[in-house]
């Protein structure tokens, strides 16, 4: 469970590294934060320290999976890249809400428990929202809502992961954690090298900024992959994701901490709200609902 936890603190930092980042685009910060966590899989690759889990080739299933990721982790960046912390972290926070969607309009059953907290949670965020002035903190109105678009872009793909990941379980198709992780991290730096290079201008490679895209590589990309993959063989998916839902409050404690993003009494309550309905949304109800079912 402490892996877990770690985990949804970690990823909650990026915000954090991306925001001190300076004279660099976002590609050239997402490809370094792929580049810099590859390397550190290669070595514990290296050093066989995924041998518990025995050495397995590459199946085709797992190739969309780890794009799911690549993706989530390119749109996340971007989103916390315009948007601020707390606002890129409760949207990204959504995810288990789309799961609730894909099971509902793939499988036609949802969960009472998930429709009540997704009710709840839109609440939260709505209130969240509420007279908020973000263009008084330096943050254009068009940057938060491409911020925020993104932000829910990310959620998506994170959901559809979770769900396909899930159904494959579930049908008894082996699927290699690892495999992914490594796949996740070798695409990203394979799809952003060519816009990399279509960049204009130099980034600014400074010692300030290298240490925060190693930090942010690390920290907030190769780490939180660990422990998610030794999360998941230990714990429950439905206890590792409720965990993860503490993603949003540690980016907006954050936040105020490091880069004096206020958090007043309404964001506090707000984010309270928002989590409580996802975690409502992540607690199974005794019997699904079915859609169209008849009575016999």
């Not at 949670?121 to 943050?139: H, I, R, S, T, V």
Request: net charge positive; glycine share 6%.
């Amino acid at each position: 469970m402490l892996y877990s936890f770690l985990c949804a603190t970690l990823w909650a930092s990026t915000g954090i590294f991306v925001k001190f980042i300076d004279g660099m685009s976002v590609f050239h910060i997402i490809w370094g934060r792929f580049l810099v966590a590859f390397i550190f899989g290669a070595v514990l690759l290296k050093a066989h320290s995924f041998s518990r889990s025995g050495p397995s080739a590459y199946q085709a299933q797992e190739f969309p999976l780890a794009l799911m990721m690549t993706l989530y982790y390119v749109l996340a960046t971007f989103s916390f890249y315009y948007a601020p912390v707390a606002v890129a972290a409760l949207l990204i926070a959504l995810a288990p809400l789309f799961t609730f969607l894909l099971r509902l309009f793939l499988q036609s059953e949802f969960n009472q428990n998930e429709l009540i907290g997704f009710l709840i949670a839109f609440a939260g965020l709505a209130f969240y929202f509420y007279g908020k002035d973000y263009a008084a903190e330096g943050y254009a109105i068009s940057d938060i809502l491409l911020g925020s678009a993104l932000g829910l872009g990310a959620a998506f793909l994170r959901a559809m992961f979770s769900f396909s990941l899930w159904r494959r379980v579930n049908q008894g198709r082996v699927v290699n954690a690892a495999n992914i992780n490594n796949l996740t991290l070798v695409l990203g730096v394979a799809l952003l090298l060519p816009c990399l290079l279509l960049q204009p201008g130099d980034a600014k490679v400074t010692q300030h900024n290298l240490i925060l895209i190693v930090g942010l590589g690390l920290l907030a990309t190769f780490l939180p992959n660990l422990l998610n993959n030794l999360s998941s063989m230990k714990l429950s998916p439905t206890l590792h994701n409720i965990i993860g839902m503490t993603t949003p409050i540690s980016a907006s404690l954050m936040a105020w901490a490091f880069l004096d993003e206020a958090q007043d009494l309404q964001a506090l309550l707000a984010i309270i709200i928002t989590v409580s309905g996802i975690f409502l949304s992540m607690r199974p109800s005794k019997k699904p609902v079915r859609i169209g079912a008849t009575k016999s």
